[in-house]
């Protein structure tokens, strides 16, 4: 018993220092996926807590769970939407971003590290796809909004890119082992079977886990485990038929995420928690299982790999992939940028290690080096790099909060929660007239709650600065009252300086807008509606923040549907801009 308990103690003693020093890491401007990692080295051989720790197969298990709760919950919170923005790049980054990097980086390996071309290109594959613990982390608690276009392909491509990492892995250790039995053949065949298996079972899977999820009637405590427990059926019944687990369980979150029903934003609230466990523990053992002095023995080699797949072999890869879809220089340059490198790397090192190839060790503490970097270079960067390569877009106009109440299978209604800014249109208003401008739409104000307390609705009740008000409205309704409660007073002044001081309806004629501003536009072109007009120069699929410059003045994709319909425009013109 003791031994147990001194195991636990161990256990939570990790996690509890690992969420600790989560409050550091915003300071210290560091991936928090590197401070668990930390903390897992310093409790190893090296550090002070001297914990010898070699078993390389039970970490390789502990990652692989890890990950398919992390690519599971990255699932669930990702739109189906982002897949009309991103969908066919990030499949070509997905497979052919990850070959080509391989296949750059091998040939770099082979000679910087003088070892057979196979094991150059083992270690290579091992690094060479983007790791989704990593890049769901970062993107979205980096505090920067990207263009949906960037972050789409980012997170699509890294839920995505594991089949073909793994297949290159395991085709390689192969040859290493028994270069008498593989063959192009049996590579495809297997190429297929991951991808094919992978996609038709995760959707299947989380067709039913949806339906499952909107039919039954369980405690609220139990619909999450009722989601990672059939994520988790997903994930090892794909892999047992040969198929890639990781892509099942990433598709299963995205059908079940994107199907909602009363149970859902329960779901999302336990998953998130879930899966920074699953994080803080996978970085946690990875961490343990690593000898600091050992890295080094191979510090310049590594640190020569990393700049070379930083700077040289991804940024190729996705120029070359990425091509086609006519991505600005700016886009691709972030895209390779953020190629981060995580978890994925370290336990696809584990397999060689386990399958017992030769100088497997050295790939092993090489790829470590290389992830380590990359989250201390290119991970402390994100925000950084997004402000300077310009494909932020300035944060939406949100509530502060919102829940939803089901009251059938198939209803909800939407609470939102808005806080009075100073100087915003709705300080010293009665909250019922707030909702009257959004007359016939079904806004109602339901609580009003002051310094902590629920304030008493009178005719006589007007808001003040602070006040966090409650309304019953659609969703599609929470930009628009929002921007009623920031604190510019006015609908565009707060995003003027990226968007253009003033909107201008898709639908209009060009004729309309170019006689209005003096516009030079082509005659083929007057006859257009706007929102065509800017399609039309863009040339692929628009997201918010897209612009075309006319002249001296810039139109922006101010605002859209989901099914990707231009609803806004903005509009700048730089005399007006000088002038403010």
């Known amino acids: 018993m003791t031994g147990i308990n001194a195991l ?46 070699e078993d390389f ?30 969908l066919k790049p990030a499949a070509v980054l997905a497979t052919w971003g990850v070959v080509g990097t391989a296949a750059l980086l091998g040939v770099f390996a082979t000679w910087l590290l003088d070892v057979d071309w196979r ?128 892509l099942a369980v990433y598709l299963a979150g995205v059908v079940v995420g994107n199907r909602r029903s009363h149970a859902t934003e329960h779901v999302l609230r336990v998953m998130d928690g879930l899966a920074w466990l699953a994080q803080a523990g996978m970085f946690v053992v990875l961490g343990m299982l690593v000898v600091p002095s050992e890295l080094l023995d191979h510090a310049w080699e590594s640190v ?3 700049v070379f797949l930083m700077l040289v072999a991804r940024p190729l890869a996705v120029a070359i992939g990425l091509w086609p879809f006519r991505y600005k220089r700016n886009e691709l340059a972030y895209v390779s940028w953020v190629g981060l490198r995580g978890a994925v790397p370290v336990v696809l090192a584990i397999f060689p290690v386990v399958m017992g190839v030769p100088d497997s060790r050295l790939l092993f503490d090489v790829a470590f080096a290389v992830v380590l970097l990359s989250l201390l270079v290119q991970g402390a960067t994100v925000p950084m790099a997004a402000r300077w390569l310009k494909v932020e877009v300035p944060p939406r106009d949100e509530p502060r909060d919102k829940r939803e109440v089901w009251v059938d299978e198939e209803a909800a209604v939407d609470l939102l929660e808005y806080r009075v800014a100073a100087g915003s249109r709705a300080e010293g208003r009665h909250p019922d007239e707030v909702a009257d401008d959004f007359e016939g739409i079904g806004v109602r104000c339901v609580a009003l709650v002051r310094s902590g307390h629920l304030h008493r609705l009178t005719l006589d009740t007007r808001m003040i600065p602070g006040d966090s ?11 628009r009252i929002a921007r009623v409660f920031g604190g510019t007073g006015g609908e565009l002044s707060a995003n003027a300086s990226f968007f253009g001081e003033f909107v201008v309806d898709p639908s209009c004629l060009a004729s309309d807008l170019a006689d209005a501003y003096g516009l030079d536009i082509g005659a083929d072109e007057r006859v257009k509606p706007v929102g065509t007009l800017l399609e039309h120069r863009l040339g692929r699929a628009a997201v918010v923040g897209d612009r075309v410059q006319i002249g001296a003045f810039t139109l922006t994709v101010r605002e859209m549907t989901d099914k990707g319909v231009i609803t806004a425009i903005g509009l700048k013109c730089p005399a007006l801009g000088l002038i403010r």
Do not use: C, H, K
């Open 57 to 86: 197969f039970f970490a390789s298990m502990i990652g692989q769970a890890a990950l398919a709760v992390i690519l599971l919950d990255g699932g669930l919170r990702t739109r189906v939407s982002s897949f009309r923005v991103a």
């Open 469 to 479: 008000v409650w309304f019953v409205a659609p969703d599609e309704l929470a930009e």
């Open 304 to 306: 020569a790999m990393a």
């Open 119 to 246: 094991l150059g290109l083992l270690l290579a594959a091992i690094v060479g796809s983007t790791d989704a613990a990593a890049v769901f982390a970062l993107l979205r608690n980096s505090g920067v909004r990207l263009n949906e276009r960037v972050q789409a392909t980012l997170e699509i491509e890294s839920g995505a890119n594991d089949p073909m990492a793994i297949l290159l892995v395991t085709a390689l250790v192969g040859m290493l082992l028994q270069p008498e039995s593989a063959s192009v053949g049996g590579f495809a065949w297997l190429l297929t079977t991951q991808l094919g298996l992978g996609a038709v079972l995760g959707l299947a899977g989380g067709w039913v886990l949806s339906r499952l999820m909107a039919r039954l009637s369980l405690p609220e405590g139990l619909y999450a485990l009722l989601i990672l427990s059939g994520g988790m059926l997903v994930f090892a019944a794909t892999n047992l038929l040969n198929g890639s687990g990781f």
């Open 8 to 53: 636990f103690l161990l256990t939570g003693l990790l996690l509890f220092i690992s969420v600790l020093a989560s409050t550091v890491s915003a300071r210290l401007g560091l991936p928090l996926l590197l401070l668990f990692l930390g903390v897992g080295m310093l409790a190893g051989e090296d550090g002070p807590g001297g914990i010898v720790f």
